[in-house]
């Protein structure tokens, strides 16, 4: 983001948390060491923000600049949540463990705030990786004790698979829960059947992924031949 960017998006913050009644002028004004009229015709779009200013009325704000690159006006409350980074990628050729980090990536707080111990990790090429996915991509992921331990169906998951954790499709069969690659030419999944008590389970599916760098907002849509389909 260029700098001229980053100064209307930190004017747009302040207009919106005066607007919502989160701060007045005055105040911002006054932590900022910047005169209230001055502010004023800053927010009303008569003046410009110098870059002096600007670090001010950021520090009045109480946001770091990841804050506003993530910010938009949907956002309950503005900011960010250090989120740890798996240390290996996850997928073949890796030896990926949950609990290794190898340092944080600022994500929005509306994004991870009913999320259980969030976690982020980059993808490794993989052939049976979800068409959804592309190797490298960021994931967010969910631990939620009770969803791996009932796991609803319909999306990706983090597994452990004999060479390590995968990426997955997860869907509850007519057989119990079942696990499906993607196949490398495309058509019908590949379903087998994963442990069905719950420590079984507890040790296989690790993680739900809730979001990707690009984006992911809806369910997959399936390939032919859902674990349902079959016995």
Request: hydrophobic residues 40%.
């Amino acid at each position: 983001m260029r700098c001229e960017a980053l100064l209307r998006q930190i004017v747009t913050i302040a207009r919106h948390y005066v607007h919502s009644g989160r701060a007045t002028e005055r105040r911002l004004a006054k932590v900022a060491g910047i005169s209230q009229p001055h502010l004023h015709n800053v927010l009303k779009g008569i003046r410009q923000l110098s870059p002096e200013s600007a670090d001010k009325l950021l520090i009045a704000l109480d946001l770091t600049v990841p804050d506003i690159l993530w910010w938009n006006p949907g956002d309950a409350e503005p900011g960010t949540r250090s989120i740890p980074l798996l240390r290996d990628r996850v997928g073949p050729g890796s030896h990926a463990d949950l609990g290794l980090h190898r340092g944080y990536l600022a994500l929005p707080k509306s994004m991870a705030a009913h999320l259980t111990e969030p976690l982020a990790a980059r993808l490794a090429p993989d052939p049976g990786l979800p068409g959804l996915f592309r190797a490298n991509d960021l994931v967010l992921l969910d631990q939620n004790p009770d969803h791996l331990l009932n796991p609803p169906g319909g999306w990706c998951w983090i597994i452990a698979d004999t060479g390590g954790l995968r990426v997955r499709y997860l869907e509850l069969g007519k057989a119990g829960l079942m696990s499906a690659v993607e196949p490398p030419s495309g058509g019908v999944l590949e379903w087998k059947r994963l442990g069905t008590g719950p420590q079984n389970l507890r040790e296989l599916v690790r993680a739900r992924i809730v979001w990707n760098g690009r984006e992911l907002e809806s369910a997959p849509n399936w390939p032919a031949g859902t674990a349902g389909d079959g016995d």
